[in-house]
């Protein structure tokens, strides 16, 4: 089964459907690139996917140990590249989990963010700068 379908709908933008569930996602060229920056663009949601895998298989982990992670954030900046190619040097990835958690369940849980897929599937050369918050 196909993962999505996707359409160019001019002016520098896609739109994008999840074949399982229907949700669509638009993309934008972002303003320094010939956009109007209007929506995400297709390396914003490269960055945003690896914030989100890494915080999903934290909520895995988190529901194995009965540890309750929900209302948790995380805030992504990427950064691109200043020479050509144009492409993602580096994505900042900064999480914010509940205080309450103990040193060795943060260990885990900051190494199991490090190993998600997307993590492993991004170029060895765009480097993943991790913080992790406890403030909740």
């Known amino acids: 089964m196909n993962t999505a379908t996707a359409r160019y709908l001019g002016q520098l933008r896609t739109e994008a459907t999840h074949v399982a569930s229907g949700n669509v ?9 010939h956009g109007r ?4 663009s297709p390396t914003d949601l490269v960055s945003a996917a690896l914030g989100s895998c890494m915080m999903t298989i934290m909520g895995i ?28 040097a580096q994505i900042d990835v900064t999480f914010t989990l509940p205080a309450a958690l103990s040193a060795a369940d943060r260990a885990l ?5 490090a190993t998600c897929p ?9 480097k993943q700068n991790l913080v992790f918050t406890y403030e909740q």
């Open 25 to 33: 996602v638009q993309t934008d060229a972002p303003t320094d690139n």
């Open 109 to 113: 849980l900051e190494r199991s963010a």
């Open 118 to 126: 997307v993590a492993l599937s991004l170029h060895p050369d765009i």
């Open 61 to 88: 982990v988190a529901e194995r140990r009965q540890l309750n992670l929900v209302d948790s954030t995380f805030v992504v900046r990427k950064h691109m590249s200043a020479e050509a190619p144009r492409r993602i």
């Open 37 to 40: 920056g209007e929506a995400f």
